[in-house]
T-cell receptor, first 114, second 111 residues
Framework: EAGVAQSPRYKIIEKRQSVAFWCNPI?????LYWYQQILGQGPKLLIQ????????DSQLPKDRFSAERLKGVDSTLKIQPAKLEDSAVYLC????????????FGPGTRLTVT | EDQVTQSPEALRLQEGESSSLNCSYT??????LFWYRQDPGKGPEFLFT???AGEEKEKERLKATLTKKESFLHITAPKPEDSATYLC????????????FGKGTLLTVNP
């Protein structure tokens, strides 16, 4: 079974530029999560989708971050404009839904904002 | 607000030297406590889910235990390949299955 796919793996941009990350979850997983992991910290949830609907975006900085999951499968996370403090690894995770609780993570996208 | 505190922040062991990592938590109605392993440049890899106090789970040299306030990850006779950051996370009851993570413990096992 293929795991969670993310691209790109690395991205370097200047502040005030925009950037987008892509995630393809494990096949059949209805729930998709985006996390931000700053160096030396644990992952922090940004947004959660159930199929193509948003379940929780309470910690998403909505003035600059946006995310979508239009067909209930893959998802994109966008930052516009980026700030220095957005430098982090952006992790995507998926869960099969129903009673299953475990989340499975992709390899992440490392973003550096200069 | 759910909180997870892991200790120590870093642990250095000699190969074969057993030890434990701690995860203390506060959460409203625990649905599950999770342990993940994270290697440099990779996403977290799922290890265990614990659901209730007194529960234990094992996988190779790792054993996770749970009480009402904390969880321990015991590492027996570690090998260098066990070197990684170990993350603890809690999931409260409710409908959205969100995870709150600790900062992790960086484990280094020297040969």
């Amino acid at each position: 079974e293929a795991g969670v796919a993310q691209s790109p793996r690395y991205k370097i941009i200047e502040k005030r530029q925009s950037v987008a990350f892509w995630c393809n979850p494990i096949s059949g997983h209805a729930t998709l999560y985006w996390y931000q992991q700053i160096l030396g910290q644990g992952p922090k949830l940004l947004i959660q989708f159930q199929n193509n609907g948003v379940v929780d975006d309470s910690q998403l900085p909505k003035d600059r971050f946006s995310a979508e999951r239009l067909k209930g499968v893959d998802s994109t996370l966008k930052i516009q404009p980026a700030k220095l403090e957005d430098s982090a690894v952006y992790l995507c995770a998926s869960r099969v839904s129903g009673g299953s609780v475990e989340q499975y993570f992709g390899p992440g996208t490392r973003l550096t904002v200069t | 607000e759910d909180q997870v505190t892991q200790s120590p922040e870093a642990l250095r062991l000699q190969e074969g030297e057993s030890s434990s990592l701690n995860c203390s938590y506060t959460v409203s109605g625990l649905r599950g406590l999770f342990w993940y392993r994270q290697d440099p440049g990779k996403g977290p890899e799922f290890l265990f889910t614990l659901y209730s106090a007194g529960e234990e789970k094992e996988k190779e040299r790792l054993k996770a235990t749970l009480t009402k306030k904390e969880s321990f990850l015991h590492i027996t006779a570690p090998k260098p390949e066990d070197s990684a950051t170990y993350l603890c996370a809690v999931q409260p009851g409710g409908s959205n299955y969100k995870l709150t993570f600790g900062k992790g413990t960086l484990l280094t096992v020297n040969p």
